[in-house]
């Protein structure tokens, strides 16, 4: 390594912006308009693009391509940006991809996020904080993904959809609707809800009260067989003494595509 933890076998564009602490493996390129933020980790045989901005303290392992183009045929070489915050890990061959002029022009990740090997966010999707994604899961383009979610093994979100806080997407998973907030979605044909990520929940401090607030919200509209217009006037009561449910209410009248169900 050079003194600035830079492997001499590693191409680093004038243009760059490195800061402390930063160490760049070996036969990894790092590309004009890059910011790398202090303490961050770049492994061998990586390609980072840009512009794109990487926050503090992330450790990106190894053969990973950070920041490319758009796989979007609409995309004309208009500036476009991929944005990463802090103490993120990427493993082997994640792609991480830049966003579209059509689409907001950004791909946002949050921090402390895991993108396990083989994973990919496609243009201009955002994710959350204290994500989960496993090997091989993808998002295609302008998806939306909330705090502390657990995409499981060859799980795919269709573009558009959204995925709210706590849901937990099975195994081999194919998304093509909203997910609201705190469900656990499995593998029918296409993800189907199969109740709420409750074991997710507990994890992370919420309490039986909260937990029986949202399981009350989960049969309105998911058990009872009401329609989502009856499904929502009952979501409108349960919201009253439930700041989840009220989360879980607003999550579903946002939504722009048809909610899973």
């Given at each position: 390594?050079?003194?600035?933890?830079?492997?001499?076998?590693a191409?680093v564009d004038?243009?760059?912006r490195?800061?402390?602490?930063?160490?760049i493996?070996?036969f990894?390129c790092?590309?004009?308009?890059v910011e790398?933020?202090?303490?961050?980790?770049?492994?061998p045989?990586?390609?980072?693009?840009?512009p794109?901005?990487?926050g503090?303290?992330?450790?990106?392992i190894?053969h990973?391509?950070?920041?490319?183009?758009?796989?979007?045929?609409?995309?004309?070489g208009?500036?476009v940006?991929?944005?990463?915050g802090?103490?993120?890990l990427?493993?082997e061959?994640?792609?991480l991809?830049r966003g579209?002029?059509?689409?907001?022009?950004r791909?946002?990740?949050?921090?402390d996020n895991?993108f396990?090997?083989?994973?990919?966010?496609?243009h201009?999707?955002v994710v959350?904080?204290?994500?989960?994604?496993s090997?091989?899961?993808?998002?295609?383009?302008?998806?939306v993904?909330g705090d502390?979610?657990?995409?499981?093994?060859?799980?795919g979100?269709?573009?558009f959809?959204?995925?709210?806080?706590?849901?937990?997407?099975?195994?081999?998973?194919?998304?093509?609707?909203d997910?609201?907030?705190?469900l656990?979605?499995a593998?029918?044909g296409?993800g189907?809800?199969?109740?709420?990520n409750?074991?997710?929940?507990?994890?992370?401090?919420?309490?039986?009260?909260r937990?029986a607030?949202?399981?009350?919200?989960?049969?309105?509209?998911?058990?009872s067989?009401?329609s989502l217009?009856?499904a929502?006037a009952?979501l409108?009561?349960?919201a009253?003494?439930?700041?989840?449910v009220?989360?879980?209410?607003?999550?579903?009248e946002?939504?722009?595509r048809?909610?899973?169900?």
């Open positions: 390594m050079s003194p600035a933890g830079i492997h001499p076998s191409f004038p243009g760059a490195i800061g402390e602490g930063v160490s493996g070996a990894t790092i590309g004009p308009d790398i933020g202090d303490g961050t980790q770049i492994g045989h990586c390609s980072v693009h840009g794109t901005r990487i503090r303290d992330n450790r990106i190894g990973a391509a950070i920041g490319g183009d758009p796989q979007d045929k609409k995309y004309r208009e500036r940006e991929l944005e990463i802090d103490r993120n990427v493993r061959f994640v792609t991809n579209t002029g059509e689409g907001g022009s791909t946002r990740i949050g921090d895991w396990l090997a083989y994973t990919h966010v496609a201009d999707c959350g904080n204290h994500c989960v994604f090997n091989n899961a993808t998002l295609a383009g302008h998806v993904v502390h979610v657990i995409l499981s093994g060859f799980a979100v269709h573009q959809c959204r995925i709210g806080a706590h849901a937990f997407i099975g195994m081999g998973a194919f998304v093509n609707g997910v609201p907030p705190f656990m979605v593998q029918d296409y189907r809800p199969r109740g709420i409750a074991e997710g929940l507990k994890r992370r401090g919420f309490d039986a009260g937990t607030a949202i399981k009350r919200a989960y049969r309105a509209v998911y058990i067989g009401a217009a009856e929502k009952q409108v009561d349960l009253r003494d439930s700041d989840d009220r989360d879980f209410l607003a999550f579903i946002s939504g722009e048809p909610l899973l169900r």
